[in-house]
């Protein structure tokens, strides 16, 4: 491994030493399953104190840049980069209340319209074939009077990353990633343990396939956003185990 570290400067030195490993990393210097230099190595190579590096690859390791392992055959491994910390921290504001579940449902209305917009645009062949069997898994869940909600929530949680996959954009990818599989399964717990909802859930998810298959842009996006508010609809009917606060005037009102 060719690494081209220069002597850290004086003022915080720890944080040079950040940011010269990060952008090795994001240069594709080091490769995510790569080890760095030891931590003897690396102060040599950086001349300074081997606290500043124990202090760097603390930062890094917070930042979820690399793995750090203790004991015979340890070090700090490069990680790959994935939406992890993010999905920590918006869970952290969710559960401290500076992030209301009107607030996410104000965003997936926005976000996953468009995201539904696209895939209808974008599907190949091969896409709808996954939508069908995803909509099949459905089917046989809720035609064989399943009660194992927990089930249907995992297949939902699929078929909306589904979609993002579709549209190729990875940041809707990544984003909506996080808020379905971090969560909102919290939420769907509660909101999806009544057959009757599960059923209807289901027939906007077959209603949502179809447009997506003919190429609807519109309705697609129209049917993502009423399927965003009427599971916000089912989350609030709840309100012992939720306890969201009051959305705003006409906020996610019917267009």
Known sequence: ?????????????????????????????????????????????????????????????????VDIKTGVGGGAMVKQIDTTNISEGLDLLVQYHHVSLEHLTEFREGVEGLVAGLAAERATKTDIKY??????????FLSEDESDWKKFIELDIKFHIGIADIAGNPVFKAVLQM??????????????KDREIREEDYKEICELIEAIEQG???????????????????????????EPSEPKENFLKDR
Not at 131 to 140: D, E, I, V
């Open 179 to 192: 808020i379905h599989e971090n969560i909102l399964g919290f939420y769907d717990r509660y909101a999806l």
């Open 131 to 140: 939508l069908k069997k995803l909509q099949k898994s459905f089917t046989n």
């Open 1 to 65: 491994m060719n690494l081209n570290f220069k002597k850290a400067k004086p003022s915080r030195i720890f944080q040079n030493v950040v940011d010269q490993i990060q952008q090795a990393i994001i240069d594709g210097e080091i490769k995510p399953g790569e080890s760095l230099p030891s931590e003897m190595k690396l102060k040599e190579m950086f001349d300074t104190s081997r606290g500043s590096v124990r202090e760097a690859l603390r930062v890094l390791e917070q930042k979820g840049l």
């Open 216 to 242: 609807r842009t519109t309705e697609a996006k129209s049917l993502a956003q009423h399927h965003v508010r009427q599971n916000y609809r089912y989350f609030k009917k709840d309100k012992n185990n939720l």
